[in-house]
């Protein structure tokens, strides 16, 4: 039996346009083999009943940013794990093995953490499925976000911080520990919640757009 990559899922779903997002977030990434689906939800979120397959931590709103990374460093089990927001739709078969084999490969192995590039936002946006060839594999950049790989062991701090925060952090978390940052501009997910964020929530008029 293969080893399974956990997979850890922050859901922020308080009304049911975010909502609907995380159940097709979450449909997908159930299509990917071999991996433990970790959803963690934060207490104000609308529940399905589907979801129950999986493991499921409350976590308080509070400090739902730095619980979560503290929760996903601290239960995964494998060398490393993949993590993504629940308006992060990714694309292509394997998605997983892809992301992990490209950490695993000798010329990336200084990089902590690498994601996904979003086709409707971002540095690579396309509008497209596919990417032009001549992208590279990986781009180094900082504050990534999106559905990615992160190496274990490397975060051991947990201070409080806010969602807008979350990115930033780990990025200057991983440069501490000797570590880079970057994007896969050939792997791709489409960014569901656009506009309607889980950083800047009290910034959306609840119709796509800002006050």
């Not at 159930?30 to 959803?39: C, H, S, T, V, Y």
């Not at 093995?97 to 994601?115: F, I, N, P, S, T």
């Not at 520990?177 to 800047?200: A, E, N, Q």
Request: with cysteine.
């Amino acid at each position: 039996m293969s080893e399974k990559t956990d997979v850890f899922v922050r859901v922020w779903a308080p009304d049911r346009i975010r909502l609907g997002m995380s159940i097709s977030s979450i449909a997908r990434w159930e299509m990917e083999p071999d991996i433990r689906l970790i959803l963690l939800i934060c207490e104000e979120s609308l529940h399905i009943a589907e979801w129950r397959e999986h493991t499921q931590i409350c976590v308080p709103a509070a400090n739902f940013a730095q619980a979560s990374i503290q929760l996903a460093e601290v239960m995964a089990t494998g060398d490393i794990y993949c993590g993504g927001d629940d308006d992060m739709l990714i694309y292509g078969k394997n998605f997983v093995a892809r992301g992990l084999a490209l950490m695993r490969r000798r010329e990336y192995k200084d990089y902590g953490l690498l994601v996904a590039s979003p086709t409707n936002e971002g540095e690579y946006p396309t509008g497209k499925y596919d990417y032009p060839a001549d992208l590279p594999e990986v781009a180094e950049s900082h504050a990534v976000g999106g559905p990615g790989f992160l190496r274990k062991g490397l975060m051991t701090e947990f201070p409080a911080i806010s969602n807008n925060e979350y990115a930033g952090f780990m990025h200057q978390h991983l440069l501490a520990k000797g570590f880079k940052s970057g994007y896969l501009p050939r792997m791709h997910y489409l960014h569901l919640g656009s506009r309607y964020s889980i950083s800047v929530p009290q910034q959306c008029d609840g119709y796509g757009g800002y006050r």
